[in-house]
Antibody, heavy 118, light 107 residues
Framework: EVQLVQSETEVKKPGESLKISCEGSGYSFTSNWIAWVRQMPGKGLEWMGIIYPGDSDTRYSPSFQGQVTMSVDKSINTAYLQWSSLKASDTAMYYC???????????WGQGTLVTVSS | AIQLTQSPSSLSASVGDRVTITCRASQGISSALAWYQQKPGKAPKFLIYYASTLQSGVPSRFSGSGSGTDFTLTISSLQPEDFATYYCQQFNSYPYTFGQGTKLEIK
């Protein structure tokens, strides 16, 4: 069974750094893209970008380019999303999802809630 | 970036009704469209890909159609578990994008 398990809820202050994770299991982790999707409170889904664990090829949405960094550790089947300096506007639920070669997302993590507040 | 506009933004319907949600792309995307269902407090669930292909395990009352710029998601006979928010997503070109969502509520 394909599973994506994300790290737990985070509460941070503005200016702090953060790295959240997404561990894949039940499939070949290096052969499928991992996407990150933001959902701000009460809002819709926003595609942030996508990374290919096999070679770390990464594509960012222009809206998120320079604001976050995506990475992977193939040795532990884990993808990461990180911020160097959080803002209050980063408060949201963040989902990882397994991307097929075509570009749709057939399995999703449970989400990581990030709250940034002073 | 390709914009996806869903209509309506919200919809009230009853169990047993047939409902249709529309997704319009700002430029042609061939059949590179997927549909997802999201219930409150839950992760999205993948329903349909390539505009009309049902993901394994998705009930046959769900169907999708369209190509180019205009797409539809139809639920032939609403069940209580179908009340949720639905999103379309294009995967024709980067950056991939989602529609703004259609909230399906019980009348």
């Amino acid at each position: 069974e394909v599973q994506l398990v994300q790290s737990e809820t985070e509460v941070k202050k503005p200016g702090e750094s953060l790295k959240i994770s997404c561990e894949g299991s039940g499939y070949s982790f290096t052969s499928n893209w991992i996407a990150w999707v933001r959902q701000m409170p009460g809002k819709g889904l926003e595609w942030m970008g996508i990374i290919y664990p096999g070679d770390s090829d990464t594509r960012y949405s222009p809206s998120f380019q320079g604001q976050v960094t995506m990475s992977v550790d193939k040795s532990i089947n884990t993808a990461y999303l990180q911020w160097s300096s959080l803002k209050a506007s980063d408060t949201a639920m963040y989902y990882c999802a397994r991307g097929t070669g075509a570009g749709f997302f057939d399995s999703w993590g449970q989400g990581t809630l990030v709250t940034v507040s002073s | 970036a390709i914009q996806l506009t869903q209509s309506p933004s919200s919809l009230s319907a009853s169990v047993g009704d047939r409902v249709t949600i529309t997704c319009r792309a700002s430029q042609g995307i061939s059949s590179a469209l997927a549909w997802y269902q999201q219930k409150p407090g839950k992760a999205p669930k993948f329903l349909i890909y390539y505009a009309s292909t049902l993901q394994s395990g998705v009930p046959s009352r769900f169907s999708g159609s369209g190509s180019g710029t205009d797409f539809t998601l139809t639920i032939s006979s609403l069940q209580p578990e179908d009340f949720a928010t639905y999103y379309c997503q294009q995967f024709n070109s980067y950056p991939y994008t989602f529609g703004q969502g259609t909230k399906l509520e019980i009348k």
